[in-house]
């Protein structure tokens, strides 16, 4: 077996917490400065507002929960000027005399500003994405950030989407939105495609604080967010204020599960200096148990009854570093950042990923490695040369290795025994392998916007991504002949885009096109290795879209139209080197994409949001995985049309109480009239879900708060195999399922610690997702966190 575990980490996942700790008291202690906090008309924190100390010019911006810290003088006047795009700007002037030690309240009023009879009131930001003309749903991540939640399972809260996980932390997993699952949803850092950032920066990874938002995009996407995406695309939105901060976590959980993240920032005002620094590091056992029904290797048949069995072989770790220099608030750059990113993941196989259900032989030693090292260069800029022009872009080196190993002879059971030397000429789940392949990736975007006017605006983009991977098997000569040399794919994708408002800007629209390129020059192996041929590919074709929006005082009506294609990734092509076997006759994928949207908004003590969205992809050319065990590989179909709805619901009751439902259906079924399974659904594919999850706040005192959360969500049952074949067999479903979380959070000093313990799966429900393989049952975990923030 192969040891990943390390308990010397557990005291540098400690360190950053007893730090935060130890010097948080003292900088409550000086006695040279006053505390205050910015707040609206309901007394709630009104966050990042820029307030101006004036005779001393001092200028700071307030915390998440609205809290700030200022020099004050031994006597005088200080005179206070807030600002904030929600709030009217607010003048106000203290007697330093008159400053006791208690907090210092500063109340802000929204906008409302009357034009020909229109009151437009201040929105947030996310607001401003809600109301936009594409069908998007963006989560403001500030909620989440103090729980034991990860990226996936935020997402698993929206409608539309379905986040499907073959175990525990670290196995694959499939986003589906809409009906497309896969690459055809791309998922972006800061607007950075990261589908090429390899296995140890995928989202189930990436922890919770770290996210500032997260912007769904259901159907069309803008030209901003460039790339080959088919059917909808997210995007991850990383803290990037001018302020200077440390956040640390570290959680414990069920399955000696650990996970770590420190994230944090140093900001000079006045030379704009930016530091900044993102971390985590993940692992767990994954030793959970299952119902397993034992063979008996001298009858070969399974036993009838199932017996309880833990897994012994499924551990897994994770790791990133990111550190980036640059400047902000500058004159020439709002930000210009010069970074360099490691990451690194270490996964054992308990069995192969693409068996149907349990298998009867457990693997003991088979593994996959990847290590990448990214560089990057961002830059954006509003304004530039003329207030009319935003600019933005960013160029991304990836130099990355996967290794895929093997290569053990000997035959494992469930109980973790073996017997040496059983298949001398081939591995445990397939062909001897020890693959080692070379990733070489570069990304670049340029985006810029132009305004013609108050209500008229144009914009461009560009995108390059250009791959190369070559690699050595020393076991198997089809993964040697087909990777002795580079096999190099590039995209090019071009987007331009005229957006108008009009009727008081209650009426939105944005028309856009897209050209796509494409260009494949490989190697196609034999199945043997003895013989190979040079493929060469290119092609190009053309994408359109609109999206428009009407906003009444409280509902919102939106429409949307994409033809979009996506062509197949370097793993769909050139398989995985040790389950997955080369297709480089993959055609690219062709989309029309149809939205119809309703939206209702009612604000007040009461808050009432209702979201209804309609959708239609008709889908060419559908590339689909079909697992065949070790001659597994991905395919063509050729029509696949899905079609459904997804809704909604949201209540909040004055920030206390948030009840929020979302359910999905949809119906993906073979669209090929001249295919036998004509009509059929989609294999492996959920068609009915939905979630609950219920929210209430309760504060102890003005430093401290509590909640109590639940999550509970559903999921119909379907078939992994065509439904037309399958629907005599009853092992070929994979049953209904219903799963309750609950969560405690406990917050203290204005949120700058807090303390979260989950328990998911509170009932043990024995839970299966894709091709019908377990999932883990009940399991706990308990997250610390601590925020701190320099006022400057």
């Known amino acids: 077996m192969t040891p990943i575990k390390n308990q010397s980490y557990k005291l540098l996942l400690l360190l950053p917490l007893v730090i935060c700790e130890t010097f948080l008291p003292l900088s409550t202690k000086a006695q040279n400065t006053h505390q205050a906090r910015v707040i609206d008309e309901k007394g709630i924190g009104v966050s990042f507002a820029s307030i101006l100390i004036e005779p001393s010019g001092e200028i700071l911006l307030s915390d998440e929960n609205g809290y700030f810290t200022f020099h004050k003088p031994p006597k005088g006047s200080l005179t206070f000027t807030v600002s904030h795009l929600s709030f009217i700007a607010f003048e106000k002037s203290i007697n330093v005399s008159s400053l006791e030690n208690q907090l210092l309240p500063i109340k802000l009023q929204p906008k409302n500003i009357e034009l020909d009879q229109v009151i437009i009131r201040g929105k947030s930001e996310a607001t401003q994405l809600r109301e936009a003309a594409y069908a998007i749903e963006v989560i403001e991540a500030e909620s989440f950030k103090k729980s034991s939640v990860d990226v996936n399972q935020i997402l698993g809260r929206i409608s539309g989407v379905n986040i499907r996980e073959n175990g525990g932390l670290g196995s694959s997993f499939n986003l589906s939105l809409n009906g497309l699952s896969g690459n055809r949803v791309r998922t972006f850092i800061n607007g950075v495609p990261m589908d090429y950032f390899g ?68 900001h000079h005002p006045k030379s704009g200096l930016t530091f900044r620094l993102k971390s985590f590091y993940n692992q767990s056992d994954n030793d959970y148990k299952v119902n397993v029904h034992l063979l008996d290797y001298e009858t ?10 833990r897994r012994f072989h499924d551990a897994y770790q994770s790791n990133m570093v990111w550190a980036e220099a640059g400047f902000q608030n500058k004159s020439f750059a709002d930000e210009l950042m010069f970074g360099f990113l490691h990451s690194a993941n270490h996964n054992e196989f308990q069995q192969s990923p693409y068996a149907t259900g349990i298998s009867a032989f457990p693997t003991g030693e088979a593994f996959s490695k990847t290590q990448s090292k990214i560089g990057n260069l961002s830059y954006r800029k509003k304004g530039l040369l003329t207030k009319r022009l935003n600019v933005a872009g960013y160029v991304v080196y990836v130099s990355g290795q996967d290794q895929m190993v093997d290569i053990s002879p000997h035959r494992y059971d469930w109980f973790g025994n073996y017997e040496p030397n059983v298949h001398p000429t081939t591995g445990e789940m397939g062909r001897k392998t020890n693959f080692q392949l070379n990733r070489e990736n570069w990304l670049g975007n340029f985006n810029t916007e132009y305004s013609l006017g108050e209500h008229h605006g144009l914009a461009f983009n560009y995108s390059l991504n250009q791959l190369s991977v070559q690699g050595e098997d020393e076991f198997q000569p089809q993964n040697n002949t087909q990777f002795s040399e580079p096999n190099e794919v590039r995209k090019d994708v071009l987007g331009l885009s005229y957006s108008v408002k009009a009727l008081h800007d209650k009426w939105k629209t944005n028309v856009f096109g897209k050209k796509y390129l494409y260009e494949l020059n490989a190697v196609e192996a034999s199945y043997d290795g003895s013989s190979s041929e040079k493929v060469k590919i290119f092609k190009q074709n053309n994408g359109l879209g609109i999206a428009s929006t009407y906003v009444f005082d409280d509902i919102q009506l939106k429409a949307s139209f994409e033809k979009a294609y996506r062509f197949p ?79 909604t619901l949201n209540y909040a009751y004055d920030n206390t109480l948030n009840v929020n439902f979302s359910g999905t259906y949809q119906s993906l079924k073979n669209n090929d009239k001249a295919s036998a399974l004509y009509q059929d659904r989609i294999p492996n594919e959920p068609y009915l879900f939905g979630n609950l999850s219920l929210i209430y706040q309760l504060p102890l005192d003005d430093r401290n708060e509590l909640s109590f959360a639940t999550t509970h969500r559903y999921v119909h049952e379907f078939y992994f195999q065509w439904p037309s074949i399958a629907s005599q067999d009853s092992k070929a479903v994979i049953p209904s399922q219903l799963t309750h979380n609950i969560e405690l959070t406990y917050v203290r000093k204005k949120g700058r610690l807090s303390f979260s313990f989950l328990i998911a799966n509170i009932m043990d429900a024995e839970v299966f997702d894709n091709l019908n393989q377990p999932k883990p049952g009940r399991a706990y975990s308990l997250k610390s966190r601590i925020y701190l923030q320099k006022n400057q």
């Open 199 to 266: 296995n140890s920066l995928t989202l189930n990874n990436f922890p919770a604080n770290q996210i500032e938002a997260i912007e769904v995009y259901k159907g069309a996407v803008p030209i901003h967010l460039s790339s080959d995406a088919l059917g909808g695309a997210v995007n991850i939105s990383l803290k990037q204020q001018p302020i200077t901060f440390l956040d640390a976590s570290y959680s414990v959980g069920s399955f000696n599960t650990h996970k770590a993240a420190v994230n944090g920032q140093w």
């Open 300 to 309: 070969g048949k399974l036993a009838e009854e199932s017996t309880t069995v």
């Open 569 to 647: 990734e370097y793993y769909e092509l050139f398989g995985d080197g040790l389950n997955v076997i080369p297709n480089q006759n993959l055609q690219a994928e062709e989309s029309q994409n149809y939205n119809l949207g309703f939206r209702l908004n009612k604000l007040g003590t009461h808050r009432i949001r209702a979201e209804l969205n309609t959708f239609m992809r008709d889908t060419k050319n559908y590339i689909r995985f079909e697992p065949r065990m070790n001659r597994s590989r991905y395919i063509n179909d050729e029509a696949v049309l899905a079609q459904g709805l997804d809704l």
